[in-house]
């Protein structure tokens, strides 16, 4: 199936620094890549997502860039907050298989 | 608004006993239903996904199974557990196969002794 490449595995910053995750993909057919907060021992929840037409979309501290051509998409985090310390997962839809394929995830976390 | 509710939220099996995990959603129709795995690590696994009463696609070959025996009732089932059957369960569901949103339980965290 489609596979999808996840860095870093885990990431530690600051309070109030941003925080860059990005993942790799080689399916060139993918056209919609959302990103997953998922907190201790909850189920994971959409945070953003962005399709194939659109290089970049913001939602307040959230911003999510696609590079289509390079075959890669990041979330970005900015002013973090202790609240944002979670696993992060992003996901494409492959166009071949038509299925979501999950990142490996990353561990955040916001050092108070 | 849409609820989606799993048990139960942690089990402790031995090697060799049966598994059944209930999954339901309220407060929409024929939605599209799905088991993920998320073993030690954090990646997820999809297991199962469901269109439709009675109908399920199996995207690993596994020790496990799934029915939907009502539209929003999803379960997920094994007759003999292994010990590689533990990790922790997810069940989603979506308004669209694969194009939109998913919505995920809270998880059942199983551990095969």
């Known amino acids: 199936g489609e596979n999808v490449e996840q860095h870093p595995s885990t990431l530690s910053v600051q309070e109030g620094d941003s925080a860059v995750i990005k993942c790799t993909y080689s399916?060139?057919?993918?056209?919609?890549f959302p990103w997953y907060k998922q907190e201790l021992g909850k189920g994971p929840q959409l945070i953003i997502d962005?399709?194939?037409?659109?290089g970049e979309k913001k939602d307040q501290r959230i911003a999510v860039t696609l590079n289509k051509t390079a075959k890669h998409f990041s979330l970005h985090i900015t002013e973090t907050q202790p609240e944002d310390s979670a696993v992060y997962f992003c996901v494409l839809l492959s166009g071949s298989a038509r299925q979501l394929t999950f990142g490996s995830g990353t561990q955040l976390t916001v050092l108070p | 608004s849409q609820t989606i509710h799993q048990w139960p939220a942690t089990l402790v099996q031995p090697v060799g006993s049966p598994l059944s995990l209930e999954c339901t959603v309220e407060g929409t129709s024929n939605p599209n239903l799905y088991w993920y795995r998320q073993a030690a690590g954090r990646g997820l696994q999809l297991l199962f996904y469901s269109v439709g009463i009675g109908q399920i696609s199996s995207e690993v070959p596994q020790n496990l199974s799934a029915s939907r025996p009502q539209d929003r009732q999803f379960i997920l089932s094994s007759k003999k557990l292994l010990l590689s059957d533990s990790g922790f369960y997810l069940c989603?569901?979506?308004?669209?196969?694969?194009?939109?949103?998913?919505?995920f339980g809270e998880g059942s965290r199983l551990t095969v002794l």
């Open positions: 989603a569901w979506s308004a669209y196969v694969n194009t939109g949103e998913l919505f």
């Open positions: 399916d060139s057919a993918s056209n919609y």
């Open positions: 962005i399709r194939s037409n659109v």
